[in-house]
């Protein structure tokens, strides 16, 4: 029996995703989940070597879920 993906914390359905990569059903719940680009943040990082170090920074800052 699978979870209740609609009710499970995102944080939880990342790891679920994670752990079961083949299962198309919560990888589709997870991206249902994201933001419309309408709401997205958008960077604009110059095209150098600080601005690609700036833009990992911040998606390691947005990966480990800090803001």
Avoid: C
């Avoid at 990342?14 to 958008?42: G, K």
């Avoid at 170090?53 to 990966?63: N, W």
Wanted: hydrophobic residues 30%; without cysteine; negative net charge.
């Amino acid at each position: 029996m699978k979870p209740d993906f609609k009710t499970m914390p995102r944080k939880e359905l990342i790891a679920y995703v994670l752990a079961h990569r083949e299962d198309e059903e919560a990888f589709d719940a997870l991206i249902n989940r994201r933001s419309p680009d309408s709401e997205a943040t958008w960077y604009n990082f110059p095209y150098t070597e600080e601005g690609q170090q700036q833009m990992e920074e911040v998606f390691r800052r947005k990966i480990n879920g800090e803001n």
